[in-house]
Structure formats: C-alpha cells, structure tokens
T-cell receptor, first 113, second 116 residues
C-alpha cells in the first residue's frame, strides 16, 4: 500500500541551528512533492514544491531535496528561529492524478531560544 | 493572493443537529475544492473532492449522506454535517486549487466542530 512517513517524534533544536526533517514514501511514483507548514488550530500553508527532475529547491532559509531513488525528501531550515516552530507536512499527489494530495502525519519542530 | 476563507472557525452544537461549514476562495476561482478532516496529531484525511457544478467525489468510507457537499459557484463550497453526533467532533479543513499553479492547495483556517 502507498505510505508517506514522517518522523512522528518532535524535533527540538536550538535557535540558529539547521533543522532537517525527513519524508519517506513507499509505493509511489510522484512527479513532485510538496511541503506545508501547519500551526496549531490552523490550516496548512504551502511552502515549497519540488519536481522529480529537480534535486534541490531553495526559498530563503528553506531548502528541499528530492531523491526518487531513495524515495525520500529532506526539508531544511537554516538559521532556525523560534517563529519556525510548527508542524511540517509533506504531501504527494495520489497516483493516477485526480489532483488529490496525500499528506504525511507531519513532524513537529520546536526551536528553542 | 490565493486566499481561502473558512467559516465558522469554531462551532459547538447539540447531538442531532446539522452544521454547515463554508469555504470561499476570495481572490480566485476554484473549480475544485477539497474537504479534509484532521484528528489531533494526525495527518489530514481527505474526505471528498468538491467539483463546481457537479456532484462531489467522496473517499472510501466517507458517508455522502452524512457529509453533504455543495459547490454551487466557482468561489464557494459548503460542507454540511447532518445529524451530528459526538464522534463527528473534529477539525475540518477545506482547500482550493489555483489554476496554473499545479496541484498546490490553499487552505482555509479550519473549523473546530464539537458535538455535545
């Protein structure tokens, strides 16, 4: 069956450090992968999209990599700040299209001053 | 741009009543909207795909008579939880796709439903 796995344990890091979150998937052949941020009691907010032919994508302090051989995406936040504390979700389009996104359970990031 | 508004943000109702949740795309037209349900510390679970001018497509296991979806215009989709029961208490979130932006979805702020 198709699965998306994110580390369910919270990631605690010190302000200024780089946070790295992992998204692994099985039984998918996604054309692209997306990352979203979700704050408590709020809807997710789109951050980045990376296509299968892109190894790396950057946006300000964010960097995403996509390894279709390992079936893994890494999400990095450099120079992390307490305001970066949130849950980060990865998402793939369901095989067959239909425009449906399947989300991972998310990893909660806590950046401590 | 690409703002999605969802109302109400929170609703408390008695068991047996029906609750309507609205999802509006404020600055773009959305032929497709999605409705999700989220349990605490769990992933978003897609309930249905709402298509403007046609019937919604429900995911397996979601009761279409329980969760009525209407997408009457290009900017509005509604989800009605009929005859709500305590087990329907959850966080409901809608999203909309923006044409030309691939499958990036723009989400509403969510509705916290509590059924007493």
């Amino acid at each position: 069956s198709q699965k998306i796995e994110q580390n369910s344990e919270a990631l605690n890091i010190q302000e200024g450090k780089t946070a790295t979150l992992t998204c692994n998937y099985t039984n998918y052949s996604p054309a692209y992968l997306q990352w979203y941020r979700q704050d408590p009691g709020r809807g997710p907010v789109f951050l980045l999209l990376i296509r299968e032919n892109e190894k790396e994508k950057r946006k300000e302090r964010l960097k995403v990599t996509f390894d279709t051989t390992l079936k893994q995406s890494l999400f990095h936040i450099t120079a992390s700040q307490p305001a970066d504390s949130a849950t980060y979700l990865c998402a793939l389009e369901q095989d067959g299209g239909y425009n449906k996104l399947i989300f991972g359970a998310g990893t909660r990031l806590a950046v401590h001053p | 741009g690409a703002v999605v508004s969802q109302h109400p943000s929170r609703v408390i109702c008695k068991s047996g009543t029906s609750v309507k949740i609205e999802c509006r795309s404020l600055d773009f037209q959305a032929t497709t909207m999605f409705w999700y349900r989220q349990f605490p510390k769990k992933s978003l679970m897609l309930m249905a795909t709402s298509n403007e001018g046609s019937k919604a497509t429900y995911e397996q296991g979601v009761e279409k008579d329980k969760f009525l979806i209407n997408h009457a215009s290009l900017t509005l989709s509604t989800l009605t939880v009929t005859s709500a029961h305590p087990e329907d208490s959850s966080f409901y979130i809608c999203s909309a796709r923006l044409a030309g932006r691939g499958n990036i979805q723009y989400f509403g702020a969510g509705t916290r439903l509590s059924v007493l």
